[in-house]
C-alpha cells in the first residue's frame, strides 16, 4: 500500500500516556471476554485528565462519522424529557455517549500510534482463553457432568458470548489470509477453528447469522487481493465447514436448534416482539418512548405468547431505536450504520490498509445483523464491540480521505 507523506506517528504533544496504553491492553483482552469497565475507567481517568491538562484535546473534530454519532446523541437526549421513565433514558444516554467518548477515542489513538496489531493479538489470545472456558463449560454439560446446556464467557452469557467467538473467528481468519509467516497461519488457523467451535457451543441463532454474512463479505473484500490469500480463505472455510457437520452430527440439540433459524413457528416470541415494538413506533412515531423503557412500554400491550413475560430491548436495533426514539431516531441510527459501511466499502475499493479495511468491515456488518435479532446495542457489553469496530472503519475512512488529497504524481508505487 503507498504510504502518505507526513509523521508517521503522533507528535509527543499528543502521544498516549502509559495508563492509557495499559487502557488499551485491558481492554482488547476484556472486549474478548465481555468485560471492559475495568479498561473504561483506566480510560476515563486519563481522558480527564488531558482535559485540564492539554487545550488542543477539548477540539472536537467533526468527520461524517462523528456528525452522525453526535447528531443521533442529540436526538437521544432531546426526547428524554418525553420518556416514560425520563432518570432511565437519561442515564441510559449519557452512559452510551461517555463510553462512545472514550472508546472512540482510545481506538483512534491505538491505530495512530502503530499498536493496532499488537492488540489484535490480544484479542485474539484472549477470545481462544474464552473459547477453551466456554468448550469446558459447555462439554461437562454434555458429559453431565454440571456445566451450561449453552456455552458462555466468564463475564457475559450466551448470545453476547457468540456475536465475540464469532468476530474473533472473522479476525482470525482475516490474519491467516494476510499472515507471512508459518507460526502466524498456524496460530490464526488454530484461533479461528477453537472461536469458530465455541461459537457453534453458544447456540446463538443471531450470532451464527451474523458470521455467516461477516465471512461472506470478507471473501468478497478478499476476491480482490491476491489469489493466495482468497485459496487461504477457502482453506479455512472448509475447515470451519468440517467442525460445523462434526458438532451437528456429536449433538443433535445443536442441530435442532440452528434449524429453527428460518423456521417462523419456532420464532413466534420473536415476531411478537416486533409486532409490539412496531406498534409503540405507531403510537409514538415522534420522540418514542424513551431509550431504556421498553421493558414499561412492552408490558402495557397485550400480546398472545408469554404475556407476563417482561421483555428489556426489541431483539431489533432499527425498531428498538424507533420505539425508544421515534421514527427520526431509526432514520438516525441507520444513517450512523450507513457511515460504517459505507466507510468500509470506501476503504476496500481503494485498496486502502488491505490487511485491515476487509476484516474491520466484515466485523462491523457481523455485529450489526446480530443487532436484527438480539442484543441491545447500548448495553455495557455491546458498546464498545459496536464502537471499536466503528472507530476503526472511521479511522480507516480519514486515511482513505487523505489519500485522496495527495496528488496522484505524488503517490509513491505500492
Sequence with gaps: MPELPGPRFAPAATRPYRAEVVGWYVGAAGLALGHTLVAQLVLLGCAVYRLLTDPGSRRVS?????????????????????????????????????????????????ASSGAGARLTTVFLAAASAGAVYALVGFGMFVLKRGGVPRAQLPFVGCNTAGTIMAIATI????????????????????????TFAALMATQSRGALVGFVVGLAVLVVALLYSRGRRVARAILVL???????????????????????????????????????????MNDHPVVGVGVNNFREAYMAYPHARNPIQEQPFAHNVFLEFGAATGIPGLVLVGWVIAVGVA???????????????????????????????????????????????????????????????????????P
Design 171 to 194: 479476525i482470525a481468519i482475516g490474519c491467516l489470509a494476510r499472515a507471512a509467516r508459518t507460526p502466524q497461519k498456524l496460530a490464526s488457523g488454530a484461533c479461528a477453528a477453537l
Design 343 to 413: 466507510s468500509g466499502l470506501r476503504a476496500c475499493s481503494l485498496g486502502i490498509l488491505q490487511g485491515i479495511a476487509p476484516s474491520a468491515l466484515a466485523v462491523f456488518v457481523a455485529l450489526v445483523v446480530h443487532l436484527q435479532f438480539d442484543l441491545s446495542i447500548y448495553s455495557i457489553d455491546m458498546l464498545p464491540l459496536f464502537f471499536v469496530s466503528y472507530g476503526v472503519l472511521a479511522w480507516i475512512a480519514e486515511r482513505a480521505q487523505g489519500r485522496d488529497r495527495v496528488p496522484r504524481n505524488a503517490r509513491v508505487a
Design 62 to 110: 467533526l468527520t461524517p462519522s462523528t456528525a452522525a454519532l453526535l447528531v443521533l446523541a442529540a436526538w437521544m437526549l432531546g426526547t428524554a424529557p418525553f420518556a416514560w421513565k425520563p432518570a432511565n433514558a437519561f442515564g441510559s444516554t449519557l452512559g452510551a455517549m461517555l463510553t462512545g467518548w472514550l472508546i472512540l477515542g482510545a481506538t483512534r489513538k491505538a
Design 238 to 280: 472448509t475447515v470451519l465447514t468440517v467442525l460445523l457437520v462434526a458438532f451437528s452430527l456429536a449433538y443433535p440439540p445443536i442441530r435442532a436448534r440452528y434449524a429453527t433459524i428460518l423456521n417462523p413457528a419456532a420464532n413466534q416470541d420473536r415476531l411478537d416482539i416486533w409486532r409490539t415494538a412496531l406498534a409503540i
